[in-house]
């Protein structure tokens, strides 16, 4: 049985989030563990065509209830949907903007409402915008299919579904971290440019997934700087400061990050 | 607070487990995080410099006692050391062969044996070898530093590690990943040629990590297939398999991986 002994950077979302650790992508999830390691254990809760009607269920049985004493504490805790959120009728996967906004402000307040069983206030929530859409690319790329489909995503749907994602924030004064605007400036506002941030229209590839990383490190720097990286100790300690004639005064006690 | 929805593949060592995750390494813990998303948590257990004499209590304090029904299930454990526990005297990373070999027997002993108050029958035990040294760039490293340091590992002492590991795998019937043989294998058996796979003469770089890589994922395919990422099912169901008109018809059973 794994003993609890870090804390915990849970990371909810989509494919986007899941594809986090993907090889060659030195995607933010991969990075995320790297500088966190020995601090805080960095989970891939992405779920991979999710939009946040289904999100909700899973979420609930993610976070654990405040009364569980043996839950690990979740310290960061990053929300990036709307990708799936956005598709157009008749997806399956489509859902109305305002259900989008009223299932954001639920998974918030189920962490940051006292009155939830759910609530935990020492958790930092970061909300997350989806990147643009490329719709030259995803059309092409649906029409390739066997049967082709129609074009499921409109580049200013998904705009529409981003800013939604900003207003919830700043109501829920939590952060936020807007890869949408931070892509769509990279490319010089260009929609025949994205091809350089997104691997197929919709995921992020290396360079993007590089400036989602950099936004967030940026953000947690600036909103919550208590638990970047550098701020944190590790929980066990560095070789060279272990007490080496009698080592278990040094290890033997589990320091948390704090 | 982190609910236990998901068991764990824990990767307990030292530094070449800790940067299991680095940056354009392309590394084993990435990969394993990626292959295992929604099915197992991969813990970077890794702590660098440590040997088995300082890694024991660590690792009596990162697995939970069975007593602890709370605690998530680690269904692979890899115990990966013997790069620091092989450094020569006077370096204080020094731990003799016999009390190493005595150590990981130890470690294993505390997750296989009936009477440990950490038994656990399920959990797949893989013990890996460390990766060969090279003298050459190791002692260049070294002595470029101010003040010099003399060489602090020899070719033939890791390798005497190397093949304690493997004994004691033999020995206590656990899987054995061979890292120093596929590592040397792959140079043609010429120390000159192990810069194709170590960075700085110790630790792995992107084609080192790879051959780590598809060892293990080999070792579990034919020793512990049912723990193989194939054999093992999403936690929470793939978006298609969702019942879209009633989602938590299917989204609010938590389906642990088994």
Redo the contacts between chains.
């Keep these: 049985?794994?003993?609890?002994?870090q804390d915990?950077f849970?990371l909810f979302g989509d494919s986007i989030t899941?594809e986090g650790?993907?090889?060659?992508h030195?995607a933010f999830?991969?990075?995320l563990?790297?500088v966190y390691?020995?601090k805080l254990?960095v989970?891939?809760r992405?779920?991979?065509?999710?939009n946040t009607?289904?999100g909700i269920?899973?979420f609930e049985?993610?976070?654990?209830?405040?009364s569980?004493p043996?839950?690990?504490?979740?310290r960061v805790l990053a929300i990036w949907f709307g990708a799936?959120d956005a598709c157009i009728l008749p997806s399956?996967?489509h859902v109305p903007l305002a259900r989008f906004v009223a299932n954001l402000k639920q998974m918030v307040g189920m962490v940051k409402s006292p009155a939830s069983p759910?609530y935990?206030p020492t958790t930092r929530i970061i909300l997350i915008s989806p990147p643009p859409v490329d719709t030259f690319v995803r059309r092409a790329e649906l029409q390739a299919r066997d049967p082709p489909i129609a074009l499921d995503r409109g580049f200013e749907v998904t705009q529409g579904y981003a800013e939604a994602v900003r207003d919830v924030a700043k109501e829920e004064d939590v952060a936020f971290v807007d890869v949408w605007t931070a892509v769509w400036e990279a490319t010089g506002k260009d929609e025949r440019s994205l091809s350089k941030f997104l691997s197929d229209g919709l995921h992020l590839n290396e360079q993007g997934y590089q400036l989602v990383y950099q936004e967030l490190i940026k953000t947690i720097a600036t909103k919550y700087p208590d638990v970047h990286y550098d701020n944190l100790g590790p929980t066990?300690p560095?070789?060279?400061e272990?007490d080496?004639e009698n080592?278990?005064n040094s290890?033997?006690t589990?320091r948390k990050a704090d």
């Design positions: 049985m794994a003993a609890h002994v915990v849970m899941q650790w993907e090889p060659g030195n999830g991969q990075r563990t790297h390691a020995r254990d989970l891939n992405g779920f991979s065509g999710y009607d289904w269920p899973v049985q993610c976070i654990a209830k405040t569980d043996s839950a690990p504490k979740i799936n399956p996967q759910r935990s066990f560095p070789w060279a272990i080496w080592p278990s290890l033997y589990v």
